[in-house]
């Protein structure tokens, strides 16, 4: 359904994310982003540019192109004219059917760009068009013939001003990014976002997101940018789909059904790597519509949230521990702290690290009352509305007691170490932080993916051990990623992620998760014997569960190709070990790494550690500072939208909390 800006970006200001608006001249750009929007639960921004684009097709031609796939989908989708400098492509925007329009002025003295926006406003408004200027200049290049002058920071000191003279709707700001192709990596000025977001009554836009670091583009998110313009990725993503549907190409068939197949799938897997980048996914209500006002309607600004929260007195308590210790933990939830909470937090301390993970253990396998709390960690429990742990567990003497308890919210996307039926019986909502880890334990397995097949730990120990060893048990085929089957035993978003690194190489990737819905481009869905039979690697992501358990067994192993390896970066108890070891003794794969293990920390007799087809880490996949410092920051998004009234949270078992 068509929107505007004013549809979608105060409510990403609200739950601090931002929304993509992606460069589309072409059919199969439009339907791939818009698709691939609605099947993520993300708002949708299509975007043409004047110039070469809109002249070539006819600027009619972009947003009827835009309706005619809008129509069919529920996901708000705003037709976005980005960057015009002139008032008559404000106007032809607003009669050609734009519902939004970007007057670029930045490179004029700051009371030149207050006239001209004020009169795009003028031109705009009456049509209820949206209206996004820009103040500073963001420089750079973008399409030829299309040319921008160096970077002119944005001054907060001129925002207020500008805003009140103009009445825009939105505000691009120059932080550091450019447009166009990055020839060395930006350095986002995070200090003076944070002063514009402070001094601004509209929600902030960057340009030049293509290339800018994702850790950096997050930290923008966090600090209030709401809309990030892409323009060169997804430029690029059809050209990688054009060069890959020449490759593969048959002659003998002169008229193929799927020509294009490889576009639309290179395009939607940028669109859901930015989406999941921006924390944009899962934001679409039931019906549809983005968690913001309707277009015409006055926005519910943040201030009266948290004036709300401020009467209400919440109170939080966080109980950390070796991973997330108390700075991570206070940093990551102060914002709460303007919206009337009060936060305590509290340590659960271990002398190591691997005291922490058989504690965790433990719990996993017995339940949350495997593990007891020390008494001072859940002393005056009934005071507090909002409990914040990580791996501590939460059993039902604890729930119990904590009489005022509305939410329970877990760092983690696993809720095992909450007795969720006893929250659910006290009208208690549990929720999770699905995909903090996803990044961190991606990357790892990619990184035992590659150890194990190409035997770089092997080589490693060896040479440490002074042997200068070139033969392996898979020496005589040691593959190459490009080209081979990849089977992903599971779709949420750590395998995601993983798929979007093989496609860079090259490899074909396939997932079995019976529960996914939606496009899984890169991937092509299977069932699970069909994925053992035919990869090369098979990486296990799915959850634990009761239906889970033994997922690979010895009948799947038996499945698997003899040269084929297994990866579990997930869960042991989703593989059965026994069956595995002696799958691997008797050669009848051809090797495995595993970072998880069905006794921790790993015995030095178990038999996994005599075996030379295997490549062991204890558990470490999810072991990056990013990724602890970065899940409460998270996880306080989603309090604070909770704490607004918002919907779409992750909540686990369906109570939603009154506080």
Not at 157 to 176: H, K, M, N, Y
Not at 337 to 343: A, C, F
Not at 357 to 380: F, H, K, R, S
Not at 563 to 568: D, R
Request: proline fraction near 6%; glycine fraction near 8%.
């Amino acid at each position: 359904m068509l929107a505007t800006l004013n549809d979608v970006l105060p409510a990403a200001r609200a739950g601090r994310y931002a929304v993509p608006a992606f460069d589309c001249v072409e059919d199969i750009m439009i339907r791939a982003v818009i698709e691939t929007c609605e099947s993520r639960g993300s708002p949708a921004i299509v975007m043409g540019l004047p110039g070469p684009d809109l002249e070539g097709n006819g600027w009619y031609y972009v947003p009827g192109l835009v309706r005619a796939v809008a129509d069919r989908h529920a996901v708000p989708v705003v037709i976005h004219l980005d960057h015009a400098t002139k008032l008559d492509d404000i106007r032809r925007g607003v009669d050609c059917g734009f519902t939004s329009v970007m007057i670029d002025g930045s490179a004029l003295p700051l009371a030149e760009n207050i006239a001209l926006t004020r009169s795009a406003v003028e031109i705009a408004h009456p049509h209820g068009v949206t209206v996004e200027a820009e103040l500073g200049h963001v420089g750079g290049a973008e399409l030829e013939g299309v040319r921008y002058a160096a970077n002119v920071l944005t001054e907060p000191r001129d925002v207020e001003t500008f805003l009140a003279a103009t009445d825009a709707d939105a505000l691009a700001v120059s932080i550091g990014t450019s447009h166009g192709i990055y020839r060395s990596l930006p350095k986002l000025d995070i200090g003076r976002l944070t002063e514009l977001n402070a001094a601004s009554k509209a929600p902030l836009v960057l340009h030049g997101g293509s290339g800018t670091p994702i850790d950096q583009l997050q930290q923008a998110v966090r600090c209030g940018i709401t809309k990030l313009n892409i323009y060169a990725d997804n430029r690029l993503a059809m050209v990688r789909g054009v060069l890959e549907s020449a490759r593969t190409f048959k002659r003998t068939d002169p008229l193929p059904r799927d020509l294009f197949g490889p576009v639309r799938r290179q395009i939607a897997g940028v669109v859901t790597e930015k989406i999941n980048v921006l924390f944009a996914g899962n934001r679409v209500g039931p019906t549809g519509a983005a968690q913001a006002p309707r277009h015409g309607e006055q926005a519910r600004p943040l201030t009266a949230a948290r004036r709300a929260a401020a009467t209400r007195a919440v109170k939080l308590l966080a109980i950390s521990d070796t991973y997330i210790p108390d700075d991570y933990m206070r940093d990551g939830l102060a914002d709460l702290k303007g919206l009337g909470v009060r936060v305590e937090v509290r340590h659960w301390a271990h002398p190591t690290l691997i005291a922490l993970q058989e504690a965790n253990l433990a719990i996993e396998q017995g339940g949350p009352e495997a593990v007891a709390l020390p008494a001072e960690l859940t002393a005056g429990a009934g005071d507090f509305d909002i409990l914040v742990v990580q791996f501590a567990p939460v059993a039902r003497s604890f729930i119990e007691a904590a009489r005022k308890l509305k939410v329970i919210a877990v760092l983690r996307g696993g809720v095992e170490n909450v007795d969720v039926a006893a929250a659910t019986k006290r009208n208690i909502a549990v929720l999770n932080t699905p995909g903090r880890l996803a990044r961190a334990v991606a990357e790892c397995t990619l990184g035992m993916i590659l150890a194990e097949v190409r035997n770089i730990a092997r080589a490693h120990a060896q040479l440490m051990g002074g042997n200068w060893m070139r033969s392996f048990p898979n020496s005589q085929a040691i593959p190459e990623l490009h080209g081979r089957t990849v089977g992903l035993v599971g779709y949420g978003s750590i395998a995601q992620l993983v798929a979007r690194y093989l496609q860079a190489i090259g490899s074909r990737v396939l997932a079995f998760d019976p529960y996914f819905k939606g496009d899984a481009a890169p991937a092509a869905m299977a069932d699970l014997p069909t994925l053992l039979k035919e990869s090369d690697v098979v990486s296990v992501h799915a959850r634990l569960t009761a239906e889970t358990k033994g997922l690979i067994g010895a009948a799947e192993l038996a499945m698997m190709k003899p040269t084929a390896v297994l990866v579990n970066t997930a869960r042991s108890g989703l593989v059965d070990e026994p069956a595995l070891v002696e799958a691997l003794r008797a050669r009848r794969i051809m090797g495995a790494a595993l970072d998880v293990f069905d006794t921790e920390p790993l015995p030095g007799d178990s038999p996994l550690v005599k075996l030379d087809n295997v490549t062991l880490t204890p558990h470490l996949a999810g072991s990056t500072i990013d990724a602890f410092r970065n899940t409460p920051r998270l996880c306080a998004g989603h309090l604070a939208r909770l704490l607004a009234g918002e919907g779409d949270l992750p909540i686990v078992n369906g109570v939603r909390p009154v506080l």
